[in-house]
């Protein structure tokens, strides 16, 4: 190894000194910036303030009412007069209804003219197919046998439904259909009550009630000669058909 010409001109011999000097000065530069403090400078404000005159007021005047004060009362007479009463009062005496076991009790004879039996008639009921004389539809006078006049009457009730079906609206959107059983009564005057319906719906149902309650009044059912209710069953089916 060749040695260097100038050996006092070697540059790196005092390097750690100088970066020592320069770390110590790095590290007091930044503690006194940590120690400047910086104050917000005082600012100038001016405060206006608006005087005004005192308000003047004008005071109401008020009256006071002076009330007379009010008499005094009456003082009490000296000498207190006591009246004797004119008419004489009766104490009601309340006697009680109670029985005790010391009381006797007559029984009672009731005799059988003194008795008002009074008939009630009462309402029967006939079923159509055991009714001794039928009730008679529209149209069915004519006949003479009470056969005929049955036939007669279911033909012309089966015609009148038909007549006046109107299936529901509801019930074909919703496709509800099915059998509705309806019974009523045939009363003494020959008009339509008592329905009662059952069914799978009750759109169905109203739409069978409907039809039964606009039957033309028929003439009464007869039985011993005498007008009865007459009680008749029929069912009512609601299909749809694909066309």
Not at 93 to 107: A, G, L, R
Not at 137 to 159: I, M, S, W
Not at 219 to 224: L, N, V
Request: charged residues 25%; proline residues 8%.
């Amino acid at each position: 190894m060749k040695p260097k010409k100038n050996p006092n001109a070697e540059i790196g011999r005092n390097s750690s000194l100088y970066f020592m000097i320069g770390l110590t000065s790095v590290l007091f530069m930044t503690w006194q910036s940590f120690e400047v403090k910086f104050y917000e400078k005082e600012s100038k404000v001016s405060e206006v303030v608006q005087v005004t005159d005192e308000l003047k007021e004008d005071v109401p005047i008020t009256e006071m009412i002076r009330t007379a004060t009010p008499p005094p009362p009456p003082s009490a007479p000296n000498v207190i007069e006591i009246v004797n009463d004119v008419e004489d009062v009766k104490e009601t005496i309340i006697e009680s209804t109670e029985s005790s076991q010391e009381t006797y009790i007559e029984d009672a004879v009731v005799k059988i003219e003194d008795v008002d039996v009074e008939e009630v008639e009462e309402e029967i009921v006939v079923p159509f197919a055991v009714i001794e004389y039928v009730p008679v539809f529209p149209g069915c006078e004519n006949l003479q046998t009470q056969a005929e006049r049955k036939e007669c009457f279911n033909q012309k009730v089966q015609e009148h439904i038909k007549e006046n079906f109107n299936y529901p609206p509801s019930a074909l959107e919703m496709g509800i259909t099915g059998r509705v059983y309806v019974q009523f009564v045939i009363d003494t005057q020959g008009r339509v009550s008592g329905i009662q319906k059952r069914g799978p719906d009750k759109l169905l149902e109203d739409e069978a009630g409907r039809i039964i309650s606009i039957l033309p009044k028929v003439t009464p059912g007869q039985q011993r000669g005498k007008p009865v209710m007459v009680k008749y069953s029929i069912p009512i089916n609601f299909i749809m058909h694909n066309d």
